[in-house]
């Protein structure tokens, strides 16, 4: 596994008494699409959570690139080049769908505060190449006719398209999808899995943590299952498949000893 | 460029009329009532910094009037016991207030909603008190006098409408920096900020130095806009700068619409009027009534809470917005 881009050595995280992800060895290969499963409450959010540094870990740790990520704060890991999306959608309902994916551009641009306040032209510059960045990223997830509408006026789909925009805004090595399919019909899903096969063509690694299985059958290269904050297995799909603990976690203990 | 232009041609055109109408004013329209425009400009200064705050970042202050007030006494206190230039005291007074926001701006701002309400009123009462207090400085209760005047080599401010004049001067460039702010990408990183601050950090926005330092870009505002009132009043009291000063700037700030640059003068403008005029003529006749702007405050603020939640101005706005795209849609059919 010499081209991992991303590695956590016995990361563990603790809340109170509950250890949602208890001593995880993972090695995520580059440039590929990798998903992590598991039934509810198997610690794959909290995972998300520890690579994207919502959370400090309790135990172990995680490299990017090679590089401990250590205490490294959510803002810094963006800038490393760590995109996410969120289960819950989050978009920013005061902007507008376009300005949305522009804020993705944050890490990649410089001009700030003074720069902004007079206008300079490098001010000028940078937005014109914010504005048409973002706009290519809308685009590529097939909303750009929805650049100056309001984020919360589109369906669930769309938004959920909406914040993949605006995490590939970043313009990240790594992206984090968080359950992109729920909520999505068959034909959405559809077009959910080429667009994360055009994303992994970009050179973009991505891992996505999702239940719909049929989805991640048919685009995962690399699964990880977690079952209680552990890693129980990992293979190609169709080990994963066969893989009696895996059914035994999913269904319960009696009909796999079946 | 010319897209931009046509864009916001209209936010130009009124721009342009605003600045003609505020050459006019005093000049043609409204001698006397010269101290009220000068007020509007003061209070225009203090509230855009807490639209900035509230409005786009969603951060609460109740505390704005302990900013108006330390650049009001500092700018007072060097230039009357230290001899310093009005320039020069204005300046340090401003450089002063930001670096106190900045410190203070980092433990205050792990705090949120509800807690930072509490802090940011804390911190204004707590420097009401020390203008109170500190007598030997600032003159006690009785306040500060014989501030001088602003001049120039030989040309001295020492009319009302040189103030003004001077005093729209700043307000209008710092109501252009805070447009040209809001339209840049710290402004979209503000706004990610109120819209969702897991989503702002996500994207690479450091939300915690960036509520300071809007908080700072807000102090100093009402810094400067507190020594432009020192130095055109000459005289100081702690009165003007307690709990219900910046409970009259929230509600300027309301009423104008909390997200918006320019409702913020709308704001400021409405609430001067009836404070400052209104309700003095009022009180002329009917002495009681005289103290009803506290009452006021709070009922505009309900009243704007509940039934135009956007602000008085943003609302007209939306709505003069709406009838226009309505015309310009029945157009082309006649």
């Keep these: 596994m010499s081209s991992s881009i991303l590695e956590t050595k016995v990361l563990s995280k603790a809340f109170g008494g509950l250890t949602a992800v208890d001593k995880v060895d993972l090695s995520v290969e580059a440039n590929k699409i990798t998903s992590v499963i598991g039934p509810n409450g198997a610690g794959k959010t909290t995972l998300f959570n520890l690579i994207a540094g919502v959370y400090m870990p309790s135990g172990g740790e995680i490299c990017f690139q090679g590089k401990p990520l250590g205490k490294a704060p959510p803002h810094k890991r963006a800038a490393l080049g760590i995109a996410r999306t969120f289960q819950n959608v989050l978009l920013f309902d005061n902007m507008t769908a376009l300005e949305n994916v522009m804020t993705g551009q944050h890490p990649r641009s410089r001009y700030g505060f003074f720069e902004a306040a007079l206008r300079l032209p490098k001010a000028h510059r940078e937005e014109e190449t914010i504005s048409l960045k973002a706009r290519q990223y809308l685009n590529l997830v097939g909303l750009g006719v929805y650049a100056d509408r309001n984020p919360l006026s589109l369906p669930l789909g769309q938004q959920k398209l909406l914040t993949i925009a605006r995490a590939l805004a970043t313009e990240p090595r790594l992206l984090l999808l968080d359950e992109p399919g729920a909520g999505l019909n068959v034909l959405e899903k559809q077009g959910l899995s080429e667009l994360i096969r055009r994303i992994r063509e970009m050179g973009i690694t991505v891992v996505l943590v999702e239940h719909d299985m049929d989805l991640v059958m048919g685009i995962a290269e690399w699964v990880i299952v977690l079952d209680s904050g552990q890693k129980i297995a990992e293979g190609t799909a169709s080990q994963i498949q066969k893989n009696k603990r895996v059914i035994a976690a999913y269904l319960g203990d009696e009909e796999a000893i079946e | ?334």
């Design chain 2, 1 to 334: 460029m010319l897209a931009t232009f046509k864009r916001h041609w209209w936010s130009y055109l009124a721009m342009a009329a605003f600045l003609l109408f505020l050459i006019l004013l005093p000049t043609q329209l409204l001698g006397e009532k010269t101290s009220i425009l000068i007020l509007i400009g003061l209070y225009s200064m203090v509230t855009v910094g807490l639209c900035l705050l509230m409005g786009y970042t969603g951060q609460v202050s109740l505390g704005q009037a302990a900013f108006f007030g330390t650049g009001a006494y500092l700018s007072a206190i060097l230039s009357t016991r230290y001899d310093l230039d009005p320039w020069l005291a204005m300046l340090m007074a401003a450089v002063a207030t930001g670096v106190f926001a900045y410190i203070i701006g980092y433990p205050i701002f792990r705090l949120r909603g509800n807690y930072l309400a509490m802090a940011t009123l804390g911190l204004g009462i707590i420097v009401w008190i020390l203008f109170k207090e500190l007598s030997q400085y600032t003159g006690g209760p009785d306040g500060l006098g014989g501030i001088p005047n602003f001049s120039i080599g030989g040309f001295a401010f020492d009319n009302k409408l040189k103030r003004y004049f001077l005093i729209w001067s700043f307000a209008v460039c710092a109501l252009l920096i805070a447009q040209n702010v809001v339209r840049s990408r710290t402004g979209r990183a503000l706004k990610a900020i109120h819209g969702s601050e897991a989503a702002a950090m996500s994207v690479g926005i450091n939300i915690a130095q960036l509520k300071v330092k809007i908080f700072v870009l807000g102090a100093v505002y009402a810094s400067l806009a507190g020594s432009l009132y020192a130095h055109h009043l000459h005289h100081i009291s702690p009165n003007s700068f307690d709990f219900m000063a910046s409970v009259m700037v929230i509600t300027m700030a309301a009423a104008g619409g909390l997200a918006s640059i320019w409702g913020a003068v709308f704001g400021a403008a409405t609430i001067t009027y009836i404070s400052q005029d209104a309700l003095v003529e009022l009180g002329k006749s009917q002495p009681k009534l005289a103290e009803l702007d506290v009452v006021l405050y709070g009922l505009i603020l309900m009243l704007v809470m509940i039934f135009l939640p956007k602000g008085l101005f943003v609302s007209l706005r939306d709505a003069f917005d709406s009838w226009r795209q309505r015309r310009a849609r029945k157009g082309p059919v006649t």
